[in-house]
């Protein structure tokens, strides 16, 4: 059976992450074969790989788990290294609490303090730079108020909007500005967010995510769209979400089993804000597998998303 992936994704500083006094699996007897194949790739360093391999290890149905312990513990550190903090948080919570007499123990609680640190800095960067742009949109609005025909008002108010996530309403300011003066239709922004549409008036893409065709497995399709999350009782929103959605196309000539789509966001900071893993199962040649990802556990408001990024795995047999 031969690997291949496809790969299109920024990566992520390491944040001074160094793997001291963790156990390779030279010392331990592995028999089950996923477990082995995640460790092999794990001591590799190809650690997205190795997360997929420990979570198919771990959630898949047979029981029992012999080496459980060492999954989570290596799970959580892919985590972390590859900047799913949330995801590294929860998974090293669940193996101290699991299993309080690990000698790996002390280790993995160094990793999550560090790891909520760095989450707490994360929402006060965010509620700062949401505080300060909403003080922007204040104050540009009251701009094109008492200056109606000054397009940069209006570009820059669309910006704002844009970078709080309200993007009809960046729009209506970009086809202000454009309206003033034409040559706003050339700014980058402008033509990385919107096209012309049949009337003339500028109209939102369908989605930032402009994969290419590489390998046997392509992404077509591709939507996005800002969401609202309610509570429990469904009355109020508490946050929003983005869902991508798509189609995974076979375009090879040979099976691909264990095809998995990895969603990632990013922020203003150039930080992930979320990242979603979409299992797809066997494709045969010439199949279409619809998907949708839903990325929600980003910390505070949403701000600007600069990129959404695919990343494609499979085996192919």
């Known amino acids: 059976m031969r690997k291949g992936w496809r790969v299109k994704f920024i990566a992520v500083a390491l944040m001074g992450v160094l793997l001291t006094g963790c156990a390779t699996s030279k010392s331990l007897v592995i028999r089950d074969p996923t477990l082995r ?181 392509d992404i077509r399709r591709i939507r996005t769209r800002r969401v609202e999350t309610s509570d429990f009782w469904g009355t109020t929103p508490t946050k929003y979400s983005y869902v991508v959605s798509g189609e995974a196309v076979h375009v090879g000539d040979r099976v691909c089993a264990n095809v998995q789509i990895e969603v990632t966001i990013y922020d203003f900071f150039e930080k992930v804000m979320d990242s979603r893993i979409v299992n797809i199962g066997t494709m045969q040649p010439g199949q279409t597998r619809h998907f949708v990802a839903e990325l929600n556990r980003f910390a505070g408001d949403p701000l600007e998303i600069n990129r959404y990024e695919t990343q494609v795995f499979y085996e192919e047999q």
């Open 37 to 217: 194949e995640a460790e092999s790739y794990f001591n590799r360093g190809e650690y997205r790989l190795a997360q997929l391999k420990y979570s198919a290890y771990l959630y898949s149905p047979e029981e029992p788990k012999s080496q459980k312990a060492l999954a989570l513990y290596r799970l959580g550190y892919c985590q972390y290294i590859t900047g799913c903090h949330r995801d590294a948080e929860r998974t090293l919570s669940q193996f101290v609490t699991e299993f309080p007499n690990d000698k790996r123990r002390p280790e993995a609680e160094e990793w999550l303090n560090n790891i909520r640190g760095f989450l707490q800095k994360q929402a006060e960067r965010s509620r700062q730079q949401v505080e300060k742009t909403t003080q922007q949109i204040s104050s540009l609005r009251e701009q094109t108020q008492q200056s109606p025909n000054d397009a940069e008002k209006h570009f820059q108010l669309g910006e704002s909007y844009w970078k709080m996530g309200l993007f009809e309403d960046a729009l209506k300011e970009y086809n202000v500005a454009v309206q003033l003066n034409p040559q706003y239709r050339q700014n980058s922004s402008v033509q990385k967010r919107t096209y012309i549409g049949d009337d003339g008036t500028l109209k939102l893409r369908e989605s930032l995510l402009t994969p290419k065709a590489v390998g046997p497995i």
